[in-house]
């Protein structure tokens, strides 16, 4: 991004996107967040989070994560744009994001909707129910 403001906004636009997959789609609700100086990532300038519960466990768990990595990385790895401002072809740093959804939501899926029994997906994950009984 060309902007500090831009990048921030698409961090918080991929939160709020998390959180609806989380709620809609896997039927998990979750508490949008920002993690501490410690929790964030690594080189970054802030973290976001989704949250969910595990009643099984009484623990919380990290749904996603959206990192805002400000200009830290492409100082260190030179990315840079020509300024569109600019007549003389000067060049700026740009402001990067990192996010993604990955299997840890699948994982999240299990833990939340699973037991010592079986695993019940949500209807919007598997439209289809079965019931497998053993015959022994």
Request: charge should be negative; glycine fraction near 10%; proline fraction near 4%.
């Amino acid at each position: 991004f060309a902007t500090k403001e831009e990048a921030h906004e698409e961090v918080f636009e991929i939160l709020d996107l998390y959180h609806g997959v989380y709620k809609e789609l896997l039927a998990i609700p979750t508490v949008k967040g920002k993690k501490t100086e410690k929790e964030k990532f690594a080189g970054g300038d802030f973290t976001t989070t989704v949250e969910g519960y595990v009643s099984a466990t009484g623990r919380g768990i990290q749904g996603a994560t959206s990192h805002h990595l400000g200009q830290n990385f492409s100082k260190m790895f030179n990315i840079q744009f020509e300024d569109p401002d600019s007549t003389t072809g000067d060049k700026l740093f740009a402001h990067q994001n990192s996010w993604g959804l990955s299997t840890r939501s699948i994982g999240v899926v299990v833990m939340v909707h699973g037991d010592n029994k079986g695993l019940v997906l949500p209807p919007r994950v598997a439209f289809y129910q079965a019931v497998i009984v053993p015959c022994v």
